[in-house]
C-alpha cells in the first residue's frame, strides 16, 4: 500500500465532471480581451473546465458584473468553449445593502448574470452569501422557478454554516449540488465547523476558495514569525522540496488530498502559473506531512 494520499484528477460536481484545479475570476475583470482569453484557454489546456465567477465581481474597479462581461466576451467570440467549461456563478452580494436574496433579486440577478456571460444556462448557481433577511423559503422559491425555467442546471451555496445549508435544502425538492467556503492551509475552519462533514453527507461538491490564503501561501513569502502562516510555509516548503514543486502546489495539495475537498479555485492572473498549478495533483503527501500542516496550523499537536 503506497504511503501518499490519493489525489484524483476529476471530481463530480452534480451531473458534471471537472479538473480539480477550478479557476476563479475574482482577480479578472480589469484583464484585456486578448488577456482574459489566455487566461481562459490556460485552464481548460491542462483540464482546469470548471470556471468560478459571481455578479458582484468586478465591483468598484470596474464595476460590478464586469469580470462576467470579460468572460462573456470570450465565450461570444469562442462559441465552442461554452460547453466545454461547466460554468459557476453566484448572486446575492449588493454593496452597500449588502445582501439581497429576495426572490425576485436573485431571479434578476440570475438573467444579468445570463446576458453578461453570453450564455444560455449557467450550469451551478450559488447564494454566494447568506442574506439574514430572506427567508429559506423565498430563496428556494428562487431557485426552484430558476431550475425549472432552465437558466440554471443546478443549485449551490457559498460561505453558509452547515445549519443555514441544511435550512435551505429542506425547503427545495432537488438536491443543492455545491458548498463553496474558505478553506486553505491557514483557513481550516470547514474541517471543524461541519462544513466537510456536511459536504460529505449530502454529496455536495466543496469548492474551496482562495486556496491559496490570497498569495500569502505561495513560495518567496515567509510570513511574520510567529504567525499561522510562518508556521504553515515551514512546513509546506518540506513537502515542496521533496516533491520538487513550488510551495502553491503543497498548499493546494493539502487542500486536495481531503476526502470531502472536491475541488480548489485557483485566482493567479498568469496563464503560466495556470497551466503550473495542475502539479499539485502530483504532490507526494503521507498523512504524516498532511497532519504537520494541520499542527502547524493549529500551533499544537492533534490531540
Ligand atoms: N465565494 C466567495 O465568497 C469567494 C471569495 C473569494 C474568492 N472566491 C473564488 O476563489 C477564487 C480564488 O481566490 P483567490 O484569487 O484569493 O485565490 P488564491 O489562488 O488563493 O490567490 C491568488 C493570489 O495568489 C497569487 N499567487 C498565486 N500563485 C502565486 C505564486 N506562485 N507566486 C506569487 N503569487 C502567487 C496571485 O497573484 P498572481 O496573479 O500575480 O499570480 C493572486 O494574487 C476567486 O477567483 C473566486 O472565484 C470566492
Redo the contacts with the bound molecule.
Keep these: 500500500m503506497t504511503n501518499a494520499l490519493p489525489i484524483a484528477r476529476d471530481a463530480r460536481i452534480g451531473p458534471f465532471t471537472a479538473g480539480r484545479i477550478?479557476?476563479?475570476?475574482?482577480?479578472?475583470a480589469g484583464s484585456t480581451p486578448d488577456e482574459a482569453t489566455a487566461k481562459i484557454e490556460a485552464a481548460l489546456s491542462v483540464g482546469a473546465n470548471l470556471i468560478?465567477?459571481?455578479a458582484i465581481?468586478g465591483f468598484g474597479d470596474p464595476g460590478f458584473g464586469a469580470?462576467e462581461e470579460k468572460l462573456g466576451g470570450v465565450l461570444k467570440a469562442q462559441p465552442g468553449l461554452r460547453d466545454q467549461i461547466v460554468l459557476?456563478t453566484?448572486a446575492g452580494?449588493h454593496p452597500p445593502l449588502p445582501y439581497d436574496s429576495r426572490a425576485e433579486n436573485l431571479i434578476d440577478s440570475c438573467s444579468g448574470s445570463l446576458k453578461r456571460l453570453e450564455t444560455d444556462r449557467i450550469d451551478v448557481f450559488?447564494i454566494?452569501?447568506p442574506d439574514l433577511l430572506a427567508s429559506y423559503d423565498e430563496v428556494a422559491e428562487a431557485l426552484t422557478h430558476l431550475r425549472a425555467a432552465g437558466k440554471i442546471r443546478e443549485a449551490g451555496v457559498?460561505?453558509f454554516t452547515p445549519a443555514q445549508t441544511r435550512a435551505l435544502q429542506s425547503k427545495l425538492d432537488f438536491p443543492l449540488v455545491v458548498s463553496?467556503?474558505?478553506f486553505?492551509a491557514v483557513h481550516t475552519d470547514p474541517l471543524t465547523d461541519g462544513t466537510t462533514d456536511l459536504a460529505q453527507e449530502l454529496g455536495l461538491a466543496l469548492?474551496?476558495?482562495?486556496?491559496?490564503?490570497?498569495?500569502?501561501?505561495?513560495?518567496?513569502?515567509r510570513g511574520e514569525p510567529g504567525s499561522v502562516e510562518a508556521r504553515v510555509l515551514a512546513v509546506l516548503d518540506e513537502i515542496a522540496s521533496e516533491n520538487g514543486v513550488?510551495?502553491?502546489h503543497a498548499?493546494?495539495a493539502w487542500v486536495l488530498a481531503h476526502p470531502a475537498a472536491s475541488f480548489?479555485?485557483?485566482?493567479?492572473?498568469?496563464p503560466d502559473?495556470i497551466r503550473?498549478?495542475v502539479r499539485a495533483l502530483d504532490v507526494k503527501l503521507s498523512r504524516r506531512d498532511w497532519y504537520a500542516v494541520l499542527e502547524a496550523a493549529r500551533g499544537e499537536p492533534m490531540p
Aim: net charge positive; charged share 15%.
Design positions: 477550478a479557476y476563479g475570476c475574482w482577480r479578472f468560478d465567477t459571481a465581481y469580470a459557476v453566484k452580494i450559488l454566494h452569501r457559498s460561505n463553496q467556503p474558505e486553505s469548492m474551496a476558495w482562495s486556496p491559496l490564503a490570497g498569495g500569502r501561501l505561495v513560495s518567496g513569502q513550488g510551495i502553491d498548499a493546494l480548489a479555485i485557483i485566482g493567479t492572473q498568469s502559473r503550473d498549478s
